[in-house]
């Protein structure tokens, strides 16, 4: 190496980390230079996460050291990490749902009156300065249950900021921001950039990682597999290593062959939380044998629209037919019976029962069902041999079929869920987000294995609020614009301008129905 | 087992081990402050707990109550609810036992006996389905109710020891005693020996053993499991969440409702009457939170539990240890388990460094 080099603000030398069964971290080294932007890349469970933490104190290593601005630093506890300056939002967020911004923003360090009193004015005054120096606009006052995700990850970072961190660590910010909010994260990041913060930025968006980093770090199975300069490197190369063989980044897939009317939604009208109108009059049909993409930003009626469909939320009005059935407002036990799986977008909350362990979280809609119970007994061996072969299927990176699914890195989990509905035989087949936090060669798996049950003659509505996946994955495409279907395009009127601007509510498409004639 | 740990027995028990020992620890810093011997005091809780045989004796005669009640605690938080309703369910359990117990005078023992142990259950359960019911179905949060079902079940049974179901012989506030019949057999000799201790410790284990099978083996446990670990996600699943919390309170008053029928089947042999409540209820909570809600810790620590309370009646008999600080002790010991994770940091304090270095030699090796 360069003896001019500047001492780096951040090294990790020879970190090893075991979990049970699995080796998180094999003798990981990593620099990270004074005001650099540095992509950690790597394949779901490939040890990202654990590095990170072990960074801000919440594992502890093995072996391995740790040194900040040229100091060995001895790092115990996310205290000890705040103190040497280094921030960290979490894949998911830790914040209290109850309270407002402002107030989880001073939580740890309330700024006080007399000694014990909360002063909550200075408090807010304190979150509009920083927020205005980092050009971070929030408003102090709001509930964290009313902000959307993305100005939920803002008060994270200026959580972080408060706390006064310059080494900001950045675990999958985009995995949950729709592509605004991604170029509005950039913009923070370059801001920050400019102000002398070194920040770490994990993420499987390869594209993100030509975009904003000078430098990526790629893991593979708990090991560097490499250290490049982002200008000399490209996708197909990161991708290359990150997965260990060629990726294909595009889904290859035939023309679709759309049969019979699976799902017909019909004039439906669907109320939020709030008990105002999130779905308005909404009709729609997937047939078998096609995908139909649902596009728009995020909090337009996606959301509802699904749960109206699984179950999940009464309709206020209108009918949800399932191959000619009347399910409107049906229990969701009837509705898989009938043939529907459901992939939800928040896996923590809905997908999972992080307590359970795989085996455990396979049966979750089935467990009261020959072979994996038998008169109210469940049987065990069934279930437990059911889960180790999905596991080896959809290559759950995991030591076993019992352990908690909580303790599986953020894609793996999402790869039970997907492999979980994907093997019920489905006639229906509703994916919100589903290759959300997934790794490239998980998400070449699962739109695969999408396009094989279009193919196989199912039919598959898919909600994204990736244009990207919308584009790739279907056939015909609806936008959701304020609860409204806004226009449906058949795959090849769709452009991503168009697009762009029916999600805004600028164009409409052309007449929903008129277009299902064309493609039909 | 469904789920297998890593790290084996070990592991497990290493935390509450220590806890205990910490616990005994801070007890005898606080008798010697208060002027107490703590080596005396801990010797009385020994030789208090085991040092005759009836000591053993009596020690699992306090410890069997403790069993069903914990298990009744432990199956509702496994549906993510809180029973603090197990007092009430243990009185009404200990009236209907009384009440088969006598009224059934005559019938053969194979079906009297079977007829008042399940009749405390099935009163227990009863009592246990109103908060059940009202959780389920309006969502009414169940610890308001099971508290006023508590002093529904303590009044009543004042009223009725009082009158109707008071032995008009004694002018005590009894039930008549109940019919041989209907009594659980006692180890060492017969239903007056003063060794108490009686086939009831057989069917509190064989509770546990039952709500570890439902538990874990049926899909009804697996139903009250996913509830209480994740309600959302059991609901998108399809899971009928109401009537999972409903099965798990039933089955847990039934629990509470055994306790009461045990008490009155192999040692009251009638109902006397409260005048409070007697606390195993209570303790049961702290019994199944120490027992980590599993049906075997539950076993475990309704012993510690046990030993515990009947030592600190032992320090005060025989050390003179004030009635306060025998609790403090008591109190140290449950503190310290509970604070798991405290006592697991300082666990890893000294063995953090040992453990650092020594992989690290191994890895550069
Ligand atoms: N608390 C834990 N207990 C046991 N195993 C764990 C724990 N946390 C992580 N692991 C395991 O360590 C490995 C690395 O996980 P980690 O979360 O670091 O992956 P990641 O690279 O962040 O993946 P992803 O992209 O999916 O988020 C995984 O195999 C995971 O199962
Ligand atoms: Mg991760």
């Known amino acids: 190496m360069a003896q001019s080099q500047r001492v780096p603000v951040l090294a990790m030398k020879g970190i090893t980390k075991q979990f049970p069964g699995v080796l998180a971290n094999d003798r990981v080294d990593f620099t990270l230079e004074q005001g650099e932007i540095h992509a950690l890349l790597g394949e779901n469970g490939a040890g990202k996460s654990t590095l990170m933490k072990i960074l801000y104190g919440l594992y502890g290593a093995d072996s391995g050291t740790i040194s900040v601005r040229g100091q060995e630093a001895l790092i115990r506890e996310p205290n000890d990490a705040l103190r040497l300056g280094i921030g960290m939002v979490h894949q998911h967020f830790m914040l209290v749902q109850q309270f407002t911004v402002a107030e989880n923003l001073v939580l740890g360090s309330e700024p006080r009156r007399r000694g014990i009193f909360l002063d909550m004015n200075a408090a807010v005054a304190k979150v509009k300065e920083v927020s205005e120096q980092y050009g971070l606009a929030i408003d102090p006052n709001a509930r964290i249950t009313d902000i959307s995700v993305g100005m939920q990850q803002r008060v994270e970072i200026l959580k972080a900021l408060l706390r006064g961190a310059d080494i900001l660590i950045l675990d999958e910010p985009t995995a949950v921001l729709t592509p605004q909010e991604v170029s509005e994260l950039f913009a923070i990041m370059r801001n920050l950039q400019a102000r002398g913060k070194s920040i770490v930025f994990i993420t499987h968006k390869l594209k993100e990682v030509m975009a904003i980093s000078e430098r990526v770090t790629v893991v593979r199975r708990g090991r560097v597999v490499g250290s490049l300069d982002t200008s000399s490197t490209s996708v197909d190369e990161l991708a290359r290593l990150m997965v260990g063989r060629d990726v294909e980044l595009v889904v290859e897939k035939g023309p679709a062959h759309p049969g019979e009317e699976i799902l017909v939604v019909d004039d439906l009208n669907v109320l939020d939380a709030r008990r105002l109108p999130a779905v308005r009059g909404v009709s729609l049909s997937v047939r078998g044998g096609e995908i139909l993409g649902i596009a728009g930003v995020d909090g337009n009626g996606q959301t509802q629209l699904v749960e109206a469909i699984t179950g999940m939320r009464r309709c206020a009005s209108g009918r949800v037919m399932l191959a000619g059935k009347d399910i409107t407002n049906s229990e969701p036990r009837r509705l898989f019976e009938s043939g529907v799986v459901h992939i939800p977008a928040d896996r923590q909350r809905h997908g999972l029962i992080l307590d359970f362990s795989i085996a455990e979280n396979m049966v979750l809609q089935t467990y009261y069902r020959p072979p994996f119970s038998v008169k109210g007994r469940l049987n065990w061996e069934v279930i437990r041999s059911e889960a180790r072969r999905l596991i080896e299927e959809f290559d759950i990176r995991t030591p076993g079929e019992d352990v908690p699914a909580g303790s599986l890195s953020g894609g793996n989990q999402q790869k039970v869920i997907v492999a979980r509905e994907l093997s019920r035989q489905p006639e229906l087949v509703i994916a919100a987000q589903p290759t959300r936090g997934l790794d490239v060669g998980a998400i070449e798996f699962v739109h695969g294995r999408l396009v094989e049950a279009r193919d196989a003659g199912k039919a598959v509505l898919l909600v994204s609020l990736e244009l990207d996946e919308i584009l790739a994955l279907a056939d015909r495409i609806a936008v959701m614009y304020e609860g409204e279907v806004v226009g449906v395009l058949s795959r090849d009127e769709a452009t991503e301008e168009l697009l762009g601007l029916m999600m805004a509510g600028a164009a409409r498409g052309s007449d929903p129905d008129a277009s299902e004639v064309a493609t039909g | ?365």
């Not at chain 2, 606080?30 to 000591?55: D, I, R």
């Not at chain 2, 309006?138 to 032995?167: C, F, Q, R, T, W």
Request: charged share 10%; aromatic share 10%; net charge positive.
């Open chain 2, 1 to 365: 087992m469904s789920r297998p740990r890593n790290g084996g027995l070990w592991q497990e028990l290493r935390v509450p081990a220590a806890a205990v020992i910490i616990g005994l620890i801070i007890g005898a810093v606080f008798m010697a402050m208060t002027g107490a011997n703590p080596l005396t005091a801990y010797g009385a809780l020994l030789s208090g707990c085991f040092g005759k045989p009836v000591n053993i004796s009596e020690t699992l005669v306090y410890i069997n109550p403790l069993i069903f009640t914990g298990l009744s605690i432990a199956v509702a938080y496994r549906a993510g609810l809180f029973n603090i309703g197990a007092e009430g369910q243990m009185i009404v359990g200990m009236v209907a036992a009384a009440v088969v117990g006598y009224a059934g005078t005559g019938l053969p023992r194979a079906i009297h006996l079977p007829l008042t142990i399940l009749s405390g259950a099935l009163a227990g359960a009863i009592w246990a389905a109103v908060p059940g019911y009202l959780k389920a179905r309006l969502g009414v949060h169940e610890v308001v109710n099971s508290i006023m079902m508590n002093y529904i079940a303590l009044y009543l049974s004042h009223y009725l020891v009082n009158g109707p179901i008071k032995d008009p012989q004694v002018i005590a506030p009894y039930s008549r005693e109940i019919a041989d019949s209907a009594k659980l057999f006692r180890f060492f000799g017969g239903f007056r020996s003063e060794f108490r201790v009686n086939t009831g410790i057989l069917i509190a284990v064989a509770a546990a053993l039952l709500v570890y099978y439902v538990l874990y083996k049926t899909t009804t446990g697996y139903e009250i499991r996913a509830v209480g670990a994740n309600a959302d996600a059991a609901r998108y699943a399809g899971i009928n969440v109401p009537k999972a919390m409903a099965v798990s309170m039933l089955l847990a008053g039934s629990m509470a409702g055994l306790a009461g029928a045990v008490q009155v089947c192999g040692i009251q042999y009638k109902f006397l009457d409260l005048f409070a409540f007697e606390g195993f209820g209570l303790d049961g909570i702290a019994v199944a939170l120490v027992g980590k809600i599993n049906p075997f810790g539950v076993v475990g620590a309704a012993s510690l539990f046990g030993i515990l309370s009947r030592g600190a009646q032992m320090m005060q008999g025989i050390a003179h240890v004030p009635k306060q600080v025998a609790g403090i002790v008591q109190a140290a010991i449950v503190f310290m388990i509970a604070a798991e994770g405290l006592v697991e940091g300082w666990l890893s304090i000294p063995g953090l460094s040992l453990k650092k270095a020594g992989k690290a030699q191994k890895e550069d090796a």
